[in-house]
C-alpha cells in the first residue's frame, strides 16, 4: 500500500521570506501522480500544484514550486515571497495510476505559519 | 467555490444515532469520492462512486455506507454512530475516474465539507 509522509508538523515563515515543506512517500508504482493541497481555516481543500512521475521537469505555479525527486520517493514544496494568505494546513497527496479508482491518499499534514 | 455541494454543513447527533450526509457534484463529473478528515486518523478516502457504480473502497466501516443515485448527487450514511466518528467528511468530485487508474488525470474538486460531532 502507498504511504504518504510530513515530518514537519509545523513549519513558520516570516512573509516575505521562502519556507520549504517536505513529503515523502512510499510506492511499488512506477507511473503516479503527486500532489500538494492547501487547507486554509476555512476548511476547504485547494489544490496548488500536481507533478506527473513521469516528467522530470519540477511543477511551478506562481509562487509555489516543488522540488520532486524520484529516486528518493521525496515531493517538497517551495513556498516563495510568502503571503499572510499563505498560512494554512499544507497536504501531500498521491494518486497511483493503477489504483482503482482515481483515490488520494493523503499525509498527515503541515501547518504553515506565516509571520507579518 | 469548487462546484461541489454538501449538506449540511455542520450536524450535531447523539451516540447509537443514524445520519445522511448528501453531496451533488460539479455539473458533468461522474465520479464522487468521500474522504474523512479526524484528528486521530488524518485525511482518509473512504469511497469512489462512478456513474452510479461503485469503483474502490477504502477504510471505511461496516457501519458506513454511500450510494450514488442516478441524478449523481451522493450520500453517505452512518449508522450507530460512535464518538469516534466525529469527523470531517468531504465529498469530491472529478470528471471520470471511471477505469482502474490510468493515465488520464482527473482533478478531484472538493466540497467544503460536513463538520460531523457525535455527542
Request: aromatic share 12%; proline share 3%; charged share 20%.
Amino acid at each position: 500500500a502507498q504511504t504518504v509522509t510530513q515530518s514537519q508538523p509545523e513549519m513558520s515563515v516570516q512573509e516575505a521570506e521562502t519556507v520549504t515543506l517536505s513529503c515523502t512517500y512510499d510506492t511499488s508504482e512506477s507511473d503516479y501522480y503527486l500532489f500538494w493541497y492547501k487547507q486554509p481555516p476555512s476548511r476547504q481543500m485547494i489544490l496548488v500544484i500536481r507533478q506527473e512521475a513521469y516528467k522530470q521537469q519540477n511543477a511551478t505555479e506562481n509562487r509555489f514550486s516543488v522540488n520532486f525527486q524520484k529516486a528518493a520517493k521525496s515531493f517538497s514544496l517551495k513556498i516563495s515571497d510568502s503571503q499572510l494568505g499563505d498560512a494554512a494546513m499544507y497536504f501531500c497527496a498521491y494518486r497511483g495510476y493503477k489504483a482503482a479508482g482515481n483515490k488520494l491518499t493523503f499525509g498527515g499534514g503541515t501547518r504553515v505559519l506565516v509571520k507579518p | 467555490d469548487s462546484g461541489v455541494t454538501q449538506t449540511p454543513k455542520h450536524l450535531i447527533t447523539a451516540t447509537g444515532q443514524r445520519v445522511t450526509l448528501r453531496c451533488s457534484p460539479r455539473s458533468g463529473d461522474l465520479s464522487v469520492y468521500w474522504y474523512q478528515q479526524s484528528l486521530d486518523q488524518g485525511l482518509q478516502f473512504l469511497i469512489h462512486y462512478y456513474n452510479g457504480e461503485e469503483r474502490a473502497k477504502g477504510n471505511i466501516l461496516e457501519r458506513f455506507s454511500a450510494q450514488q443515485f442516478p441524478d449523481l448527487h451522493s450520500e453517505l450514511n452512518l449508522s450507530s454512530l460512535e464518538l469516534g466518528d466525529s469527523a470531517l467528511y468531504f465529498c469530491a468530485s472529478s470528471l471520470s475516474g471511471g477505469l482502474a487508474g490510468g493515465l488520464t488525470y482527473n482533478e478531484q474538486f472538493f466540497g467544503p465539507g460536513t463538520r460531523l460531532t457525535v455527542l
